[in-house]
């Protein structure tokens, strides 16, 4: 015998066409501004796009982005952060005299976690400042802007025990979980970025400066 099929359902005139999912779930712009209210100006590298493995031999270390002033000892400042996406956020600095990896936030007590939309977040906090030490040379701040949480003092510990520049380290401890440089679009005059994380979780910027 023959089985009547079921008639295929009609789609109904109202349904709602799916939006098209934004290929960039990960991004923020930064501002670094000094105790003195003045803004530190950066401009971004010309490798900045390329995936953290290629970078010329020798000690040149791959930056994001470039200070656009040298900074004098002493100098302190906050980095101001508007969020557009819930994420964390770290802060590790490395300096080349010193050869010293260190977690600069956040500190205890602190969480790393941005849970919503938000403009002008301070860190290290309202109350704190990042402060140049004494050691003058070349000097690098990362900031890891990650979709998961961090252990921040290990992996700072781990920075540390690797060989080659600053950005040779992070990419050793960090690479299995960094987006693609391709999959980044960098702003050339601010410390801003958007990505696709397609299943990559940290956007690391490492901000390159004199010290002077």
Known sequence: GYAAAPTPPKPKPNDPTPK??????LNGSFKLVKSNGRKMYATLAKNANRD???????????????LNSAQRS??????????NEPAYVYLIGYGTTS?????????????????????DIAIPSEDYYVALDNKKGKDYLCVLYSKKPLNIKNIARKIQNQSGSFSDKVKKVLGSQIVKGSNIEFDKNNIKFKAASNGKTIVPMILEFDHI
Do not use: C, M, W
């Not at 098209?20 to 779930?25: A, E």
């Not at 050869?99 to 403009?119: C, E, I």
């Open 20 to 25: 098209p999912v934004s290929k960039f779930d």
């Open 52 to 66: 953290f493995n290629i970078v010329k031999k020798g000690n040149n270390t791959a930056s994001t982005y470039k």
């Open 74 to 83: 002493g100098t302190e400042f906050q980095i101001h952060i508007s969020n």
């Open 99 to 119: 050869r010293k990896v260190s977690a600069l936030y956040p500190f205890d007590g602190f969480s790393a976690y941005l849970g919503y939309k938000k403009n």
